[in-house]
């Protein structure tokens, strides 16, 4: 299987790199990437394509991605790094959806469905009216609203065009390293998962496209440590 994968040079892509190397199911990797990607990605069935501008797809790009039958979306923008809300709204909401409908109908193999898998987070929020009266970050609540939002434009591609594109959003709490103890480090009470664990439910929903269209943190759980 042929997979595009973005946020390579950040801490959930490039774990997920790192299985697609490993697995033997996966026999080419695109990381679309404005920055160098580290050594460690650099393998043979790899290979990376500097892209600047997450909003425009050229034809010949898409030339290039045409096969691939996936794309784990792992690029994103933390609160905490915001430069200017219109940057953040760009990189969470505007840059995945650009993606998807430049790759929905063309790029998957003939006959083939393209596959959307989505690194969004827990609480992420479709009503862009919910007030969070639970939380004062506003940082916090926006990006549950982006996050949503971006989830949304995504399942609604899926809705138009069900022949050729599917969109699985998978939906993170606080994501830690390998090392790190989930139960000692739980924030506000949101679960957590390993970037491992995380990495290999992703690329598993790509290679075995289960009927769940959203998955929560607790089954990515299950499904990246079986
Ligand atoms: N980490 C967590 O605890 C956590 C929890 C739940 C959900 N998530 C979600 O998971 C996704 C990945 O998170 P992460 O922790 O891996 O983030 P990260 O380490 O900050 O990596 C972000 C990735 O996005 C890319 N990116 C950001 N802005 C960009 C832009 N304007 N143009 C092109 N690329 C851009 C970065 O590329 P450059 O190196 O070029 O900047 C990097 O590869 C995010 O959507 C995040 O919301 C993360």
Partial sequence: ???????????????????????????????????????????KKVRVIRHDDFLSYPPDLLETLRGAQCCIWCLGKKPRLWLNPLSVKKVNLEFPLAA?????????????????????MSGAEWDPLESFWETADIQAADIRKLKGAAERGLLDIAEEAPEAFRAIVLRPGFVKSDADNLSSMAIDGRPGVHVSVLASALLR??????????????????????
């Fill in 1 to 43: 299987m042929k997979i595009i994968v973005t946020g390579a040079t950040g801490f959930v892509g490039h774990a997920v790199v790192r299985k697609c190397i490993l697995s033997e199911a996966i026999t080419s990797v695109i990381i679309l990437s404005r920055n160098p990607v580290g050594k460690l990605l650099k393998r």
């Fill in 100 to 120: 998807a409908n430049a790759f929905k109908s063309n790029i998957a193999p003939g006959g083939q469905r393209f596959q959307f898998v989505f690194c969004s």
């Fill in 205 to 226: 929903v790509c290679i075995q496209q289960p009927m769940e269209t959203i998955i929560e943190n607790e089954e990515i759980v299950e499904l990246g440590t079986v």
